[in-house]
């Protein structure tokens, strides 16, 4: 096609380099015939009220440098084809409602060298590629599979492998869902108010080669399945 109808607009395919629409009270989808605009190297679609999926065809626009959908209320995943963007250096997807996996492909954009990357405040789900780990920033987990809530935060199952939560004013019990975190090598919650007992699912947690759980307020009986740790060296349940 020569031209591209978006929100009743008509847009050249061959002259179309920038599509700045910020706060113009767009609505209902993104739809996927801008991947048609394949010269645009800056696209602003923010603070509307855009919802549905980012559209693959998104993948087309190999020229941006700019894309900006912050503030709408976007969900599904991130598509994959957004690695295909390489000459991105400005990335904004906060503040909207996307879930499910990061697509490794996002890798290939060069985020360190990159002016901005924000996809903080969705709802995406580790395990998090690891280019972008340090940039994930809040997310809301809470339909996230995979992870495990303890003391209102969200761990990663897979890539929780150190838990230091001593001197944090805890109290009530050690969840039972800390034996979910089977690749825990080192967890630490001494120095807290935490009652009640050992949980027995502290035996799921067999890579523990460090347990602090001293100055709490335990009770009961040490379980036994604490037996099954045989990779502790330090283990301290006591003042």
């Given at each position: 096609?020569?031209e591209?109808?978006l929100?009743g ?7 179309t ?11 209902g989808v993104?739809?996927p ?9 800056y ?10 999926e980012?559209?693959s065809?998104?993948?087309n626009l ?6 900006n959908l ?8 991130i ?9 991105l250096t400005y990335?904004?997807l ?5 879930t499910?996996e990061i ?20 709802q ?7 280019c ?18 303890l003391w ?6 897979e ?14 019990e ?5 034996g979910n975190?089977t ?5 630490r ?19 523990l080669t460090?347990l602090?759980l ?5 009770t ?11 990779n502790l ?6 003042i």
């Amino acid at each position: 096609p020569t031209e591209v109808t978006l929100w009743g607009e008509v847009y050249s395919v061959e002259d179309t380099d920038t599509l700045y629409l910020p706060y113009s009270g767009l609505t209902g989808v993104i739809p996927p015939e801008i991947g048609n605009l394949t010269n645009l190297t800056y696209l602003r679609l923010d603070d509307n009220q855009l919802t549905g999926e980012i559209p693959s065809e998104i993948g087309n626009l190999s020229n941006l440098t700019n894309l900006n959908l912050y503030g709408n209320q976007l969900t599904g995943s991130i598509p994959p084809e957004i690695g295909n963007l390489t000459n991105l250096t400005y990335l904004n997807l906060y503040g909207n409602q996307l879930t499910g996996e990061i697509p490794i492909e996002i890798c290939n954009l060069n985020i360190g060298e990159m002016n901005y990357f924000i996809i903080s405040n969705n709802q995406l789900c580790p395990p998090y590629p690891s280019c972008v780990e340090d940039y994930v920033g809040e997310q809301d987990l809470s339909n996230c599979e995979g992870v495990v809530e303890l003391w209102g935060e969200y761990y990663s199952i897979e890539n929780t492998t150190e838990l230091d939560l001593s001197y944090n004013g805890f109290t009530g019990e050690i969840p039972s869902e800390i034996g979910n975190l089977t690749n825990l090598t080192d967890l630490r919650l001494d120095n807290n108010q935490l009652t009640g007992s050992i949980p027995p699912e502290i035996g799921n947690l067999t890579n523990l080669t460090k347990l602090y759980l001293y100055n709490n307020l335990l009770t009961g009986s040490i379980p036994s399945e604490i037996g099954n740790l045989t990779n502790l060296i330090t283990l301290r349940l006591g003042i």
